[in-house]
Each structure stands twice: as structure tokens, then as C-alpha cells.
């Protein structure tokens, strides 16, 4: 039986990474935080594309985080924009932006994503599922 491990290396740069998910077709998805930041957690969103990193963060937000990416392309996530303290679960498709929120809550996470367009997210409800395309 052969042995396979996996070799993480972090993203130059960065205080903390987490490589969230990779499609079918190779392509990652994560979020990184930038060597010294305060606070510790304005963590942005990367996709990292046939050795090309593209930045993943959401105009005017001060945190994205890549959570999931299918076969598509199309990649869920949460941010939070500090300007206006919102933040909540989105959906990345073909350019466009479109928030998910949780049923009744005020903060939501838009964790995973299939190749049907169901997604699942956290909630201070509790979890959800949703299909959102």
C-alpha cells in the first residue's frame, strides 16, 4: 500500500492561511492574514488558478473568507464589512455577487457548495441548506 501525505506550505506574507477547498478542476480557494495585522483577524479571501493567485476580496469588506468552491466555479463564502458591521454568507457566480442569509438570524457563514448549486451554511440559528442559484 502506498503512503500519500500532503505538504502545506504558507502563502508568503502571511501571519495564518487555510487552503479551504480545490475544485475538480484544480482550482483553490482560501484565506490568508496579512503578516502583522490588528486586529488579528482581517483575514482575505485568494484563488489560487493554474499558479496564478488572484485576490478574492469583496469590495469594501474588511474580511473574506473563500470557504468553497464546485465544479462550476462558483464559490460560497462569509465576509464582513466594517464600515457598516454586516456580515453574512455570499455566492460568487460569473462575476456577480449574491448574499445568503441564514432563516431569522443575524450572522451567517456560507460553508459548502455543490455541484447542483445546494449550499450549506452556520448560523446563529443554527445550520442551513439552501439552493441558491
Not at 500500500?1 to 477547498?21: P, T, V
Not at 485576490?55 to 466594517?82: C, E
Not at 453574512?88 to 457563514?109: A, C, H
Amino acid at each position: 500500500m502506498e503512503e500519500r501525505c500532503c505538504h502545506h506550505d504558507s502563502l508568503s506574507g502571511s501571519d495564518d492561511d487555510d487552503s479551504a477547498s480545490t475544485s475538480d478542476r484544480g482550482i483553490i480557494v482560501a484565506w490568508y492574514v496579512s503578516n502583522g495585522a490588528q486586529p488579528r483577524f482581517p483575514y482575505h479571501g485568494f484563488i489560487l488558478a493554474n499558479g496564478v493567485l488572484q485576490d478574492g476580496r469583496l469590495p469594501q469588506d474588511s474580511r473574506t473568507s473563500l470557504n468553497d468552491i464546485n465544479g462550476s466555479g462558483v464559490i460560497v463564502g462569509t465576509h464582513t464589512n466594517s464600515s457598516t458591521g454586516t456580515s453574512g454568507g455570499f455566492l460568487y457566480i460569473k462575476g456577480t455577487v449574491k448574499d445568503i442569509t441564514g432563516p431569522n438570524v443575524q450572522v451567517s457563514s456560507a460553508d459548502g457548495i455543490n455541484g447542483y448549486g445546494y449550499v450549506t451554511g452556520s448560523s446563529s440559528g443554527g445550520s442551513f441548506i439552501a439552493h441558491c442559484q
